[in-house]
């Protein structure tokens, strides 16, 4: 028995010693927050505070002292997050994760982003290129700083690579790829329909909204009414069953801006308001900071977000102009039909005939040998993998893969001295392009596209695959600032931008149909700001936590006067069913079931109609979510005409399809969570704030994720939140009022979870709180000395 209790003990021991051996790595890994540090490069002194929840105070002399401690907090704070969003974008995570990750890198080669990245950066201007290199030289020596390496690595057996200037480009290129992933799927999806239905019938099933209009402009379109023919056979006739018949009401990731100006702003101060829409994850894709510097403009002080990656504030406040963005979800990118000879290694271009380029990419794998991966490319663009008619091949022409897509010229937007200053500088902004709204100091507001569009020569529809080869069709250059579509002081003294169509008449020419938003977000918000006279930062707060379902709400009439009869609820005991959707479908709360309820029966209608459709384009390579197509428009004028000649093969009438719709979401619904009760919208919409790692490592899941609720808010209402996709932020601010404005992320400041900041926003942000735009008093206090 002695001996026994010595091997017992002498087990605990060494796992206590190797308990205490894995705490010691973690707590060397996390960010120093106090103290003094040197900083090579430096030229003074700089100081860098953070509050009670993490939100960064740089005090610098120069701006460029500023980049170096941002990257330097940067790299202590996330540099996991860093080094994961560069991979992705380069194709370069199976180096890090193994094999599993290569059919990702595959399709990020195609871009060869890393090589348009080091291309990019020699051509940057000199004050450009001087922030970039400050901020990376931060970066390495915030990483070399660390007591040990992130704890991301232990698990994964791997060494943090080194920082350098072409990551930070790649960090960019990655939010192309998140706003912008269409990638040429759309245009083929459209050219596909197109070829399939007859000509009335596509301009029906691709018209933008009548219902839900709230272009800036006031500008409307005309709805397309429903053609006589009988329902094309594409749309009748399911030939091949759809793996995915998922619908998208908007092709791209969105997101709301607005603001008010002077007239209507509450003091007479105009205010922006801004809540980005991304994928939600932990960390959480934005950093809270806070810069101050000198140069001989004389004193600044910006606050706002940035991205960790990047030196720049993204959005926020210089004291005199304020600014969000939203995704333009416009048309950035062309599909080339490219014209091949027999033996598909040359295509015609402008009389004649050039070679493919061919570009071998090699990806490095965790533990197994390198794979070298081809990439052919035409003039225009790299080739696509969709299979193209015979003799044919696509490619893509895309800002992204152009120099004036990328560029740091948005750092100019800190020292913008009015809204007049950050219009002119948007137009050679290299960055996805966005919905610029801003404010300024003096009260005016203003609205115009950040980011590099293209002018189109030659283009008769930008929605389908373009025949470029005699070289009439063309992109000829980049249009200038004062071609770009912008509104200045509007009449009415308020902008709102959702991802929908923003302007009409030439304006909505240039910018191009992307998959816009059906519209009901942006009508909702437009509303909103419409009923009050004067607003300060609560009640644009309260806009953007509006989760009142409206867009629903004829579904919901369709429902309980035309499908939910005395005699179908009584033969299928939908007693309960029609409670629901009575009592608690007006918004979309967590404990709502009638919300659920009403959602699900729509997608299923919808999609019982559109799955013929779904099917033909899957056989083909693309999904129906690919099309720059709102099922809703086609779908709910089918549903109001409900003509026996438009309903699909199989279905005897319209009530039978909007019966089955009611039964088959109800089961599933059943299926998914056991009781009609426990089908709630919160159980069906929880937060899923997932680290990387957590799912690779289950038994550390809970101290690796965030905290998880039922949320309100979806996708056709100003609160967003719909299953794992929602506001990133939400900003409010003045210009010049900075110290009453709002500023909440999801999660928390740092990427490690033993850090104290990890989960220091996150509350708030779960229960709709505001937070200080400004950071609060210092807790913390790390001086960089040069």
């Not at 001087?130 to 232990?154: C, F, I, K, Q, T």
């Not at 930070?168 to 939010?175: D, F, H, K, N, P």
């Not at 200038?480 to 304006?507: C, F, H, K, Y």
């Not at 607003?535 to 939910?564: C, K, M």
Request: glycine content about 10%; hydrophobic content about 45%.
């Amino acid at each position: 028995m002695t001996w026994l209790k010595r091997i017992l003990g002498g087990v605990l021991l060494l796992i206590a010693v190797l308990a205490l051996v894995i705490w010691l790595a973690l707590r060397g890994s996390l960010a120093q927050l106090d103290g003094e540090r040197v900083l090579p490069a430096l030229t003074a002194p700089v100081e860098a505070q953070r509050d009670a929840r993490g939100y960064l105070t740089v005090t610098a002399e120069t701006r460029l002292d500023a980049a170096r401690a941002l990257g330097f907090v940067h790299a202590q704070e996330r540099f996991f997050q860093m080094d994961l969003m560069r991979r992705n974008a380069a194709g370069e995570l199976s180096a890090l994760v193994g094999a599993k990750a290569l059919p990702l890198d595959k399709s990020r080669r195609m871009h060869r982003f890393r090589h348009r990245a080091e291309l990019g950066i020699a051509t940057l201007p000199a004050d450009e290129r001087a922030l970039l290199d400050a901020y990376v030289s931060g970066v390495n020596a915030g990483l070399a700083a660390l007591g040990s390496r992130p704890p991301e690595y232990l698990l994964l057996r791997q060494q943090p690579q080194p920082w350098v200037a072409a990551d930070t480009v790649l960090v960019a290129y990655g939010m192309y790829l998140d706003l912008q992933g269409a990638q040429g799927r759309d245009d083929i999806a459209m050219g596909l329909l197109h070829d399939a239905v007859p000509a009335d019938w596509y301009a029906f099933l691709t018209q933008h909204s009548p219902d839900w209009q709230a272009a800036m402009d006031d500008s409307r379109v005309a709805a397309v009414p429903l053609p006589a023919g009988p329902l094309p056979d594409a749309l009748r006739t399911t030939r091949t069953a759809c793996r995915d018949c998922s619908l998208r009401d908007a092709r791209d990731i969105g997101s709301n801006n607005f603001a008010v100006s002077a007239a209507h702003g509450s003091d007479n101060r105009a205010l922006v308001a801004d809540d980005m829409h991304l994928g939600l994850r932990t960390p959480g894709t934005w950093f809270k900071a806070r810069m101050r510097w000198k140069d001989g403009a004389g004193s600044h002080d910006v606050a706002g977000v940035t991205l960790p990656g990047a030196p720049l504030l993204v959005v926020g406040s210089n004291g005199r102009v304020a600014w969000g963005f939203t995704n333009t979800t416009s048309d950035w990118a062309d599909v080339i039909r490219l014209k091949l000879n027999a033996a598909g290694t040359h295509y015609a271009a402008g009389g004649v005939e050039k070679p493919l380029q061919r570009a071998v990419e090699r990806i490095e794998v965790a533990g197994e040998a390198a794979v070298d991966h081809v990439v052919l490319e035409s003039e225009w663009g790299p080739v696509l993998p969709q299979k193209a008619p015979a003799g044919q091949a696509y490619a893509l022409r895309w800002v992204a893969h152009d120099r004036e897509g990328m560029n740091l010229r948005l750092m100019h937007m800190e020292t913008a001295a009015n809204v007049d200053d950050a219009v002119q500088l948007a137009a050679g902004a290299g960055m996805p392009a966005q919905n610029l709204v801003v404010a300024d100091a003096t009260g005016r507001i203003a609205w115009t596209v950040i980011g590099a569009m293209p002018r189109r020569v030659g283009v008769d529809d930008m929605d389908l695959p373009q025949d470029w080869s005699d070289g009439r069709t063309r992109w000829q250059g980049y249009l200038p600032a004062a071609e770009q579509p912008r509104i200045v002081d509007p009449a009415d003294g308020r902008l709102w931008t959702a991802n929908s169509r923003m302007v009409g008449g030439e304006a909505m020419k240039l910018l191009g149909n992307g998959g816009w938003d059906v519209g009901a977000r942006g009508q909702q918000i437009r509303d909103a700001l419409r009923a009050q006279d004067r607003l300060d930062e609560a009640g644009l707060h309260a806009i953007q936590l509006d989760h009142r379902a409206l867009f629903l709400q004829r579904w919901r009439q369709l429902l309980l006067t035309q499908v939910l009869t005395p005699e179908f609820v009584a033969a299928n005991g939908l007693a309960d069913y029609r409670a629901a959707i009575e009592k608690s479908a007006d918004a979309a709360r967590p404990d709502a079931v009638g919300y659920l309820l009403l959602r699900e029966f729509r997608l299923q209608a919808l999609k019982t109609l559109f799955a013929p459709l779904a099917g033909l384009l899957e056989a083909q390579g693309v999904k129906l979510s690919d099309l720059k197509m709102v099922p809703e428009t086609p779908g709910w004028a089918l549903i109001q005409a409900a003509r026996p000649d438009t309903l699909p093969a199989g279905v005897k009438s319209w009530a039978e399809l909007l019966q089955s719709a009611v039964l088959d979401s109800r089961q599933a619904l059943l299926d998914k969570h056991g009781s009609l009760a426990a089908a709630t919208w919160g159980a069906d919409n929880p937060t899923s704030m997932r680290h990387p790692l957590s799912a690779a490592v289950p038994a550390l899941s809970g101290w690796l994720d965030q905290a998880s609720q039922g949320m309100a808010g979806d996708s056709h209402m100003p609160r967003v939140h719909n299953h794992g996709h929602g506001q990133s932020e939400r900003m409010v601010v003045a210009p010049g009022h900075e110290e009453r404005g709002i500023l909440v992320i999801p999660g928390g400041q740092s990427g490690h979870p033993m850090s104290p900041f990890y989960r220091g926003d996150h509350a708030a942000w779960l229960a709709g709180e505001p937070l200080p735009f400004l950071p609060g008093e210092p807790a913390h206090r790390l001086v960089l000395r040069p």
